[in-house]
């Protein structure tokens, strides 16, 4: 059974995401899986699982914008400003006028400080486990992108926002910022991913309902979604070259459509099927994956 593809998982609360890709190896027998963008235990919603050899695809995938629902507790910050953590500052509830005042200034680019129990590398180390081990970390700022936030609902003192964002964004230190910025204080209670790119929660399944091949996309129909992709086929005279693993040049390829845009990826076929895929950055090409060449 060809096991190479993209899973569309609903990741369930209460599972680390290598939880969730333990069980999906075990149960339906796949070696090699990676994904799209984890997700924190106490959080559940879209995970992208790539299998096979569409691991390689990773690096691509990864800077899809997400979407969140997320519910922020208001009066208490927790140490890993989720559930799971202890209460080390609190403050009065604000009002929802005084949080609806402050959403402005966290919309578009801005600068992001990572939670000290984050998978974020400091000095080599992901500065969660130093700050289990007690070590005071000084986490740098970033810059994201939050492309929209709304609040949904106000039930003090839990609020429900929607947020689109870019990759890299912690909903968590949203969640601190905001209410700070309102004079107070809050964590993350709840949060759901519905969307990464342009797959939506709707379209997912929870690990222990999940079957192949009925749950997975073949790689051109998720990168075909996910990414600019370029079908092409190789000229008979270059076919057995490419074949063997040779870089192709643009004009050894006859594309059926080919992209405005400047980066693409090709997904490159001759008669004996698909070749491989490719990276095309204007007239460069470089290799991703070529089929010929794996093993197993």
Partial sequence: MNTNGIILLNKRSGYTSFQELTYLKRNLGISKLGHGGTLDKFAEGMLVVLTGYMTRFNQYL???EKTYIGTFHFGKETETLDPEGSIISEAEVPSRQSVLDVLDQFRGTILQQPPV???VHIDGKRAYRAAREGKQLDMPYRSVQIYDL????WNPPEAVFSIRCSKGTYIRSLARDIA????????????????VGPFSLDETVPADRCTLPDDMLSPLEGLSRALSVEQADALPSYERILSHGSLPQLHWLDFKEQSDDHEAVIALSGTRGLIGWYLRK???ISAIYVLQEASG
């Fill in 62 to 64: 990864l800077p899809l």
């Fill in 117 to 119: 129990y984050s998978a």
């Fill in 180 to 195: 700070r910025a309102a004079g107070s204080r809050a964590y993350v209670s709840a949060l759901t991913r519905t969307a």
């Fill in 282 to 284: 204007g007239e460069e």
């Fill in 150 to 153: 709304e609040m949904l609902s």
